[in-house]
């Protein structure tokens, strides 16, 4: 089955800087990427995905994500966070059968 | 409904107890999956049905997890004989299958504590 791994399990970061959290995966089979979001005590959110065409996909709140396939990467960038962008990110990866599987999350702290 | 739901939203149970978690998908969603997620981790894939069947249900530590959708809608995660470690956020998600890389819908989660 596929595989995710997210290589920094935190980022710190100060507000209005630029961030990127880093996701490779592994597959044998065509593949679909998504970025979820987990605020403090609150479900699981699509973020962004990817499932074809143009290799860099915006999603909400300003985020965006490039896929790279030769480098099995899916990157999530912001040029700009907020205090509110504080929370868990989790890359995730699913076939084409949407079997998905996640990564081990990337917390993400924005400070003042 | 318009969400994914599961109940109970908490459980606390006693070690070596039998325990059962429901999860209710959005309505037409044929894809279920079950996922662990311990404090710090990501979710940890347990099982995913396609419709009634399990396609596949690799991630089940052992034998004392089961899930089941009879129906092709409700699913129920049962778990006996609990342990301490089984402790967890039990999160439940949907998609539909017909729309390949719809991503999933997540509910809220089940906490359970096994004491």
């Known amino acids: 089955a596929q595989s995710v791994t997210q290589l920094d399990s935190q980022v710190p970061v100060f507000e209005e800087a630029p961030v990127e959290l880093r996701c490779n995966y592994s597959?044998?089979?065509?593949?679909?990427l998504f970025w979820y979001v987990q605020y403090p005590n609150q479900g699981l959110q699509l973020l962004l995905k990817?499932?074809?065409?143009?290799?860099l996909v915006k999603g909400i709140n300003g985020f965006e994500a490039e896929f790279n396939k030769s480098q099995t990467s899916f990157h999530l960038r912001k040029p700009s966070v907020h205090i509110s962008d504080t929370a868990e990110y989790f890359c995730?990866?699913?076939?084409?059968?949407?079997?998905?599987?996640f990564g081990a999350g990337t917390r993400l702290t924005v400070k003042p | 409904g318009a969400g994914v739901s599961q109940t109970p939203s908490n459980k606390v149970t006693e070690k070596g107890k039998y325990v059962e978690l429901r999860c209710d998908p959005i309505?037409?969603?044929?894809?279920l999956y079950w996922y662990r997620q311990s404090l710090g981790q990501g979710p940890e894939f347990l099982i995913y049905?396609?419709?009634?069947?399990?396609?596949?249900d690799s991630g089940l530590p052992n034998d004392r997890f089961f899930a089941v959708r009879p129906e092709g809608s409700v699913s129920t995660l049962k778990i006996q004989r609990t342990e301490r470690g089984d402790s967890a956020v039990y999160l439940c998600?949907?998609?539909?299958?017909?729309?390949?890389?719809?991503?999933?819908?997540f509910g809220q989660g089940t906490r359970l504590t096994v004491v």
């Open positions: 597959s044998s089979v065509s593949v679909y």
């Open positions: 998600a949907s998609s539909l299958v017909a729309r390949q890389g719809s991503g999933a819908f």
């Open positions: 309505s037409g969603h044929t894809a």
């Open positions: 049905f396609q419709g009634t069947g399990a396609a596949d």
């Open positions: 995730a990866v699913s076939d084409l059968n949407n079997d998905m599987r």
């Open positions: 990817y499932l074809s065409g143009s290799t």
